[in-house]
């Protein structure tokens, strides 16, 4: 049973457009959310993550914005670049502020960005 | 940045044959690493938790005696397919956690991976 889900394998975006990449998770003590960029044969790189006592992170291009009562997050990248073309994974974490807990993670959506 | 080597990238072996993969912090000491695992177009799968000084603590269904991984010291990480079958061929991925990072306490830092394929 997939505790995170990201229900679109793959999504195309025009360049210079907005990429909208959704998370849906099951687990409610999930209370630390990651997303993770990844290009073939490389391991995953971190992104932007956000707590679950926040409902909004930005870093520059990306945001991440979480809505815990639709158990939904969903990673905003404004504007797209041909760079960003990779696949993004979302992951979740229980993390109790001195655990090391393993990540849960989603099975990924390959953003591909149309020049 | 915090920086995890992953040696080797890839690897071919024959079935029966072990093989050692070994993951490596490089700039930071990581009490904990994980070990995960991918297949093809599907998510990456936590395998166990490797502790620094202890026994690995491995997720339901991971053989114990086929995945042996040790964690002798705060920065290096090993994990051996043992007896290795072409079902165990796959994508293996390990991730440390940079305990001084400060607010970043939470965020792993992967390493580059190892395809490994079982002949």
């Known amino acids: 049973d997939q505790q995170v889900k990201q229900n679109s394998p793959s999504l195309s975006v025009q360049e210079g457009r907005i990429s909208i990449l959704n998370c849906d998770y099951t687990n409610s003590m999930f209370d630390y959310f990651l997303w993770y960029k990844k290009y073939p044969a490389e391991g995953p790189t971190f992104l932007i993550s956000?707590?679950?006592?926040?409902d909004k992170n930005e870093d520059g291009r990306f945001t991440v914005f979480l809505n815990k009562s639709a158990k939904h997050l969903s990673l905003h990248i404004v504007p797209s670049q041909p760079g960003d073309s990779a696949v993004y994974f979302c992951?979740?974490?229980?993390?109790?502020?001195?655990?090391?807990?393993?990540?849960?993670f989603g099975k990924g959506t390959h953003l591909i960005i149309q020049p | 940045g915090a920086v995890v080597s992953q040696h080797p990238s890839r690897v071919i072996c024959k079935s029966g044959t072990s093989v050692k993969i070994e993951c490596r912090s490089l700039d930071f000491q990581a009490t904990t690493m994980f070990w995960y695992r991918q297949f093809p177009k599907q998510s990456l799968m936590l395998m166990a938790t490797?502790?620094?000084?202890?026994?690995?603590?491995?997720e339901q269904g991971v053989e114990k005696d086929k995945f042996l991984i040790n964690h002798a010291s705060l920065t290096l990480s090993t994990l051996t397919v043992t007896s290795a079958h072409p079902e165990d061929s796959s994508f293996y991925i390990c991730s440390a956690r940079d305990g001084a990072s400060g607010t970043g306490a939470n965020v792993l830092t992967f390493g580059a991976g190892s395809r490994l394929t079982v002949l």
């Open positions: 490797s502790n620094e000084g202890s026994k690995a603590t491995y």
């Open positions: 956000i707590s679950s006592i926040k």
């Open positions: 992951a979740a974490s229980s993390y109790s502020g001195g655990g090391a807990d393993g990540l849960t």
